[in-house]
């Protein structure tokens, strides 16, 4: 258990001496707020609550791959994994503290963000931002295995890098983080039900925008958690200490291993369609969440009255006031 | 030498790698509190040896045991008691020198107290220094430290000062001395035979896998089919007949017929006999010098190798 606390600690302490860290896990994902904050005119409805899943999956995505796959590959390469080979301790430390070292560092990101949009931009505190918190947090072990395991199937440092851009490009453009999913056709929305990316932002939307809890994401849920366990006991089977020891190419096939749980849910999905559906309601509801009001109209009220140069006040898509 | 159970004991230890024969069958016993080298070219497969007996690689044949474990199935327990000097090992560019301490004091049963160490190893002003920023022997010391952090009675050190300056070579081999003074088991490879010279007790040339030697540096000197020679000085002219020393090869004089170099294969019995004639002839005697063929000579002749090649 020592072991343990202590890397932990190291890897936090590592973290946080690193420039790319710093910027990549707090600036870069603040930054995004701001822009999308600006152009999505977050003030309004809850174009907040796209901001919010955007800046947490670009952040979640960024803090697996980049956070636990690449660092994991250059401590390999460095020969610094090699010091640890002599030493009685097997790779389970060391891999469990790669994720509780990113889970420390990106939870307050998490606090920081919903602070800002409720004091920048007026959006009220969720209800449900118990079942938000532990959702982030099997996401970020989820994608923290992930890279854990990306970085046990490659060879080099450049394998790794063109690998992790293959996983994060494709997880951000059809997730729904980046392009809204309405925009899609619907033989690439059947694609993002085996995207993983994808549930985290449903899931998060479902949240913000429907109060939903832990329970209605059971199935994004349970996946991500058992890619969590998946990815470090592959990871635990296939760790290499020493950059000389390779891999064979056909390892990398681990990789979809990892990601089965979201293969099985995408088929499920095919079949079931609920997530399409779930996606579909978000966004109707999101389009009418705006607060509209609309004056110098004739307006015939239901009962054959006509009002001349009257206004209507529409708040979440139903009428408010005449 | 004490009557303990060794330290080592390796067995007919084999290791291949596919069609590659790395160890052919090697054999040797390491008492405690002994130095031991492992002296051979690059390749020759000291490093793999020494990684199995450090319980890094599995073994494809042979008994090995060490300190009581078998390193292949009692790795942890066996990884838990002994100290290890890697080559090309690295840590952190951002780590403190006291953090690296801290960290892998945590992974042993027991540790030492981390201040002494750092004190012992004069790495105390650097304690809070990043590692990237120690200098070659300042990061050598620390892997000492880090490979002592575990208080082990059985040390590996593989290359200990490749690629140091020789000043700081000295410093570490100052280091190594006083574990030995503390009969602590040490074994060493190395590819730098005044290392050897200087701190093995005993020493085992290794060459395509195999033991081609293995004794005292001293009477691995002394097999060399090359002699040694004594050179004595004496104030006034030697006489122009000599007598054949014991065990003496051949004798000259040079052109002064003061300095006389006498050739043997050993030395000591000829020295002896040299120094009494010298003595009934009543020279006096002012210098006396004896050359023995180096390791290197040895190693050279045993492996028609440089060491460094």
């Known amino acids: 258990m020592k072991s343990y606390k202590a890397l932990i600690t190291l890897d936090l302490k590592l973290a946080l001496r690193q420039k790319s860290v710093i910027f990549f896990n707090y600036l870069f994902p603040l930054i995004f707020f701001f822009i999308f904050g600006q152009a999505m005119h977050a003030e309004r409805g809850a174009a907040m609550t796209i901001v919010i899943s955007m800046v947490l999956i670009i952040g979640i995505l960024g803090n697996g791959l980049f956070g636990a796959g690449i660092r994991a590959v250059q401590e390999r390469e460095a020969n610094i994994l090699r010091r640890y080979k002599v030493t009685p301790i097997s790779p389970a430390p060391l891999l469990v503290a790669s994720v509780v070292t990113g889970w420390i560092l990106y939870m307050p990101n998490v606090l920081l963000i919903f602070t800002l949009a409720h004091f920048l931009y007026g959006m009220p505190w969720p209800n449900s931002m118990p079942s938000i918190l532990l959702f982030t947090t099997i996401a970020i072990c989820g994608f923290r295995s992930i890279g854990l395991i990306l970085a046990s199937v490659v060879n080099s440092m450049q394998e790794s890098q063109l690998l992790v851009q293959l996983i994060y490009l ?40 429907r109060n939903e809890g832990i329970a ?41 291993a990892v990601l089965t749980p979201f293969l099985l849910l995408g088929f499920w999905q095919m079949h079931a369609r609920t997530g399409i559906a779930k996606t579909k309601i978000l966004n109707r509801q999101l389009a009418r969440s705006e607060t509209l009001l609309i004056r110098g109209a004739r307006i015939f009220v239901g009962d054959g009255q006509v009002i001349e140069n009257g206004s209507v006040l529409v708040r979440s898509g139903k009428i408010a006031a005449v | 030498m004490n009557t303990a159970a060794p330290a080592i004991s390796v067995q007919s230890l084999k290791k291949s790698y596919g069609d590659v024969h790395a160890v052919k069958g090697i054999d040797f016993t390491i008492q405690s509190g002994e130095v031991f080298g492992l002296l051979g070219p690059n390749g020759a497969g000291k490093t793999t040896t020494v990684e199995i007996l450090e319980g890094l690689r599995p073994r494809t044949g042979g008994e090995v045991t060490v300190l009581g474990f078998d390193p292949d199935r009692q790795r942890e327990q066996l990884k838990d008691r002994i100290g290890v000097c890697l080559q090309a090992t690295n840590l952190p560019e951002k780590i403190r020198v006291r953090e690296a301490m801290q960290v892998f004091a945590s992974f042993y049963t027991r540790h030492v107290d981390l201040n002494k160490l750092l004190q012992r190893l004069q790495l105390e002003e650097k304690r809070d220094a990043f590692y990237g920023t120690l200098s070659g022997g300042q990061k050598q010391r620390l892997a ?24 700081v070579r000295v410093e570490i081999h100052s280091l190594l001395e006083e574990l030995k003074r503390e009969h602590r088991t040490i074994l060493m490879t190395t590819h730098y035979i005044e290392e050897a010279e200087r701190l093995c007790d005993r020493v085992a040339i290794v060459d395509e896998g195999r033991i081609i030697a293995l004794d005292t540096p001293a009477r691995l000197q002394q097999q060399s089919r090359n002699a040694s020679s004594i050179v004595v000085t004496c104030a006034t002219p030697f006489p122009q007949n000599r007598p054949t020393w014991a065990e003496a090869i051949q004798s000259s004089l040079d052109p002064t017929s003061r300095t006389l170099t006498v050739n043997s294969r050993r030395p000591a019995a000829t020295l002896v006999d040299l120094v009494k004639w010298i003595d009934q002839q009543g020279l006096e005697l002012t210098d006396v010098s004896l050359k023995q063929p180096s390791l290197e000579d040895v190693f050279i002749e045993l492996t028609g190798k440089s060491l460094r090649e």
């Open chain 2, 144 to 167: 000492l430290a880090l490979a002592l952090i575990n208080d082990p009675q059985l040390i590996f050190l593989d290359e200990p000062t490749t690629g140091l300056d020789p000043q």
């Open chain 1, 216 to 256: 209605a994401n059971i199935q994004p849920a349970v996946a991500l958690l058992l890619t969590a366990f998946v990815g470090l006991f592959i990871s635990y089977k296939l760790f290499r200490w020493e950059k000389e020891e390779k891999i064979r190419a056909s390892a990398k096939l681990w990789l979809a």
């Open chain 1, 170 to 209: 494709p997880m951000l453009f059809l997730s729904g983080a980046t392009f809204p999913l309405a925009m899609f056709p619907s033989w690439l929305l059947v694609v993002t039900q085996f995207v993983p990316a994808t549930y985290m932002v449903t899931g998060i939307q479902g949240m913000l925008l």
